[in-house]
């Protein structure tokens, strides 16, 4: 293989058409995207280039805060003519999310592809998971990842749930606690509105509220989960999110209702920010920790966010994110047990001009 792998430049996008159109069928990547994905610092677009002439390429996709790169395509022209090509761009993607510090590479595949699953398999990626109808054509998708870097980091086994509304990430955590300790639960769109109802006390600037700690803390343990709360700040949170006096009127009302009732069911609450060893102390206790994060280090948007912790090692915080970034071009994969920098996850882990600090363990409430 003489192909020298480098950046793709603009001036390669006629080509990488070609090579897309004639090897994929579905769910092909547009010029506008190509272009996109050259000029993005989320990204890497790299092309095999045989003396000017583009004969495959990779494409790896990055998320901010995250120790996970995906490998979002992978391509070589059906005339490239040389072996070893697809091997190759394989290989530099490895070294790419390498280079960008991540833990882990993960991608998906056809499962009806059995020339790519052997040069995956044969690189030393793992079948993780199987998703139904994944490509536009209905087609499932195998999900593969590979360690690049240290010793696998212990998780607990959380079936993850990506969130189906912009105001549902509390709830969505609660639902994969819930899947995590009750063998019969199935998380659900109706179930996930239903969690949100019974939770919400929060008015966004626009459209439905999110949810604050004790009402996520008393859902919890009304649907038989063991809750206990650490909140950085007394009195009424997210105030400042809203300028209205009625709506502010109401979200304080509702506050008091659930820091009532959960007084009432006995849940426990440290009135003080978390710490780093609070966060893993209580995943070494069996437990999963919804933690509030300011969005934007992650993608790029100053909102109140949930995340829930479920696995960690002497330097990450693994976590699950039901918030999937659709138009980035983001799947589960993305999103799913995260492995987080614990610098990182201490800086996303506040919100506001407050530095509010907020998290609510679940637990087996059966658990003795």
Same mark, same amino acid.
């Given at each position: 293989?003489?192909?020298?792998?480098?950046?793709?430049?603009?001036?390669?996008?006629?080509?990488?058409?070609?090579?897309?159109?004639?090897?994929?069928?579905?769910?092909?990547?547009?010029?506008?995207?190509?272009?996109?994905?050259?000029?993005?610092?989320?990204?890497?677009?790299?092309?095999?280039?045989?003396?000017?002439?583009?004969?495959?390429?990779?494409?790896?996709?990055?998320?901010?805060?995250?120790? %996970?790169?995906?490998?979002?395509?992978?391509?070589?022209?059906?005339?490239?003519?040389?072996?070893?090509?697809?091997?190759?761009?394989?290989?530099?993607?490895?070294?790419?999310?390498?280079?960008?510090?991540?833990?882990?590479?993960?991608?998906?595949?056809?499962?009806?592809?059995?020339?790519?699953?052997?040069?995956?398999?044969?690189?030393?990626?793992?079948?993780?998971?199987?998703?139904?109808?994944?490509?536009?054509?209905?087609?499932?998708?195998?999900? *593969?990842?590979?360690?690049?870097?240290?010793?696998?980091?212990?998780?607990?086994?959380?079936?993850?749930?990506?969130?189906?509304?912009?105001?549902?990430?509390?709830?969505?955590?609660?639902?994969?606690?819930?899947?995590?300790?009750?063998?019969?639960?199935?998380?659900?769109?109706?179930?996930?509105?239903?969690?949100?109802?019974?939770?919400?006390?929060?008015?966004?600037?626009?459209?439905?509220?999110?949810?604050?700690?004790?009402?996520?803390?008393?859902?919890?343990?009304?649907?038989?989960?063991?809750?206990?709360?650490?909140?950085?700040?007394?009195?009424?949170?997210?105030?400042?999110?809203?300028?209205?006096?009625?709506?502010?009127?109401?979200?304080?009302?509702?506050?008091?209702?659930?820091?009532?009732?959960?007084?009432?069911?006995?849940?426990?609450?440290?009135?003080?920010?978390?710490?780093?060893?609070?966060?893993?102390?209580?995943?070494?206790?069996?437990? %999963?920790?919804?933690?509030?994060?300011?969005?934007?280090?992650? *993608?790029?948007?100053?909102?109140?966010?949930? %995340?829930?912790?479920?696995?960690?090692?002497?330097?990450?915080?693994?976590?699950?994110?039901?918030?999937?970034?659709?138009?980035?071009?983001?799947?589960?994969?993305?999103?799913?047990?995260?492995?987080?920098?614990?610098?990182?996850?201490?800086?996303?882990?506040?919100?506001?001009?407050?530095?509010?600090?907020?998290?609510?363990?679940?637990?087996?409430?059966?658990?003795?």
């Amino acid at each position: 293989m003489n192909a020298d792998i480098r950046p793709a430049r603009a001036s390669d996008i006629d080509a990488l058409l070609q090579i897309e159109n004639s090897v994929f069928s579905t769910d092909r990547i547009s010029r506008r995207s190509f272009r996109q994905h050259i000029d993005s610092d989320s990204a890497s677009l790299l092309v095999a280039d045989n003396r000017g002439q583009v004969l495959g390429y990779c494409l790896v996709l990055y998320r901010a805060g995250s120790g %996970v790169a995906r490998l979002y395509s992978i391509a070589v022209a059906n005339n490239a003519g040389m072996k070893g090509l697809g091997q190759a761009l394989l290989a530099a993607a490895e070294r790419d999310a390498y280079g960008h510090e991540r833990l882990v590479l993960r991608l998906e595949v056809r499962e009806d592809n059995a020339r790519a699953i052997d040069l995956y398999e044969r690189a030393g990626f793992r079948r993780f998971r199987r998703d139904e109808q994944y490509y536009e054509d209905g087609s499932p998708a195998l999900r *593969f990842e590979k360690l690049l870097r240290g010793e696998p980091i212990s998780t607990q086994p959380v079936p993850y749930y990506e969130q189906r509304e912009e105001f549902t990430c509390g709830p969505c955590c609660l639902m994969m606690a819930m899947a995590r300790f009750k063998q019969d639960f199935k998380p659900d769109p109706v179930f996930e509105i239903r969690l949100w109802r019974e939770a919400t006390t929060v008015f966004m600037l626009s459209g439905p509220g999110g949810c604050e700690p004790f009402g996520l803390a008393v859902a919890a343990a009304e649907h038989g989960l063991s809750a206990s709360v650490y909140v950085s700040r007394n009195g009424p949170l997210f105030l400042e999110s809203v300028r209205a006096p009625e709506k502010q009127r109401v979200m304080r009302l509702a506050q008091k209702d659930f820091l009532k009732r959960a007084q009432a069911l006995g849940i426990e609450t440290h009135r003080r920010a978390f710490s780093l060893d609070d966060i893993t102390n209580a995943l070494g206790s069996n437990k %999963v920790v919804a933690v509030l994060i300011s969005g934007y280090l992650m *993608f790029g948007k100053k909102v109140p966010h949930w %995340v829930l912790a479920i696995g960690h090692d002497a330097e990450h915080i693994v976590v699950h994110d039901p918030w999937v970034e659709d138009e980035r071009g983001e799947t589960a994969s993305d999103a799913a047990a995260i492995p987080i920098p614990n610098e990182i996850f201490m800086r996303m882990a506040r919100f506001g001009q407050n530095n509010l600090r907020a998290a609510v363990v679940l637990g087996d409430a059966d658990a003795k």
